[in-house]
């Protein structure tokens, strides 16, 4: 059973519309990430939340911006999508109950700027 | 610059052949360390973690700390192991990947 649901699994929206991705989680892990891949590169984290606290990585544009409203649910929102911003979004949660926790990752939101 | 590089990446090897998938680190202290592997149309799963010293699937990797590498290997390549392999150092609490290296395993 998947145990972090990212829906849609694809969404398209128009250059400067507002999008907002979901992710779920049924493992009660206290820390959930976002990360940003585009082709053929390597999955960037944008920011976590640990708890309710929120960390935005340094180079995260402010187009960007998350929401947690409880400990299931993490929302990604793109303020004003640019056509730079259509990649794959990956929602990933972790207990952090040690150090070196792995981490749980979703399917995936893949995001289509027109 | 702190960074985690992975030189290849694409890697083709046959059947039952060694494979070894290169990590070089370059973060400060010592981070943990993971390897996190990607099969097609799977979502993006731990294959296995410096600190438990583990083998998965026949996987191993040990972390060189003069040389500041983390490489995979298996000695017998499977045409299940093709998949996207991504290094990656837990600095200090949040996880980077290296730009992954596409293994295929020719039959």
């Known amino acids: 059973d998947a145990m972090v649901i990212q829906n849609p699994r694809y969404q398209v929206t128009q250059f400067g519309k507002p999008v907002t991705l979901s992710c779920s989680q049924t493992?009660?892990?206290?820390?959930m990430y976002w990360y940003q891949q585009k082709s053929s590169q390597a999955p960037k984290l944008l920011f976590h939340?640990?708890?309710?606290?929120?960390?935005n990585e340094a180079d995260t544009p402010d187009n960007f911006q998350s929401r947690r409203p409880n400990t299931s649910f993490c929302f990604l929102d793109i303020r004003s999508p640019g056509l730079g911003d259509a990649a794959m979004y990956l929602c990933?949660?972790?207990?952090?109950?040690?150090?070196?926790?792995?981490?749980?990752f979703g399917s995936g939101t893949q995001l289509s700027v027109l | 610059a702190q960074r985690v590089t992975q030189p290849e990446k694409l890697l083709s090897v046959f059947k039952g052949a060694p494979v070894e998938l290169k990590c070089n680190y370059s973060y400060s202290g010592s981070p943990e360390l993971f390897w996190y592997v990607q099969y097609s149309r799977q979502r993006l799963q731990l294959l296995l973690r410096?600190?438990s010293r583990e083998s998965i699937k026949g996987f191993t990797a040990d972390l060189n700390k003069g040389e500041t590498s983390f490489h995979l290997k298996k000695p017998f390549a499977q045409e299940e192991d093709s998949a996207m392999y991504y290094c990656a150092p837990l600095v200090p609490n949040n996880l980077f990947f290296g730009t992954g290296t596409r293994l295929t395993v020719i039959p």
């Open positions: 939340y640990y708890d309710k606290d929120f960390n």
């Open positions: 990933a949660t972790s207990s952090q109950q040690a150090i070196n926790e792995k981490l749980f």
């Open positions: 410096h600190i």
């Open positions: 493992l009660n892990h206290n820390v």
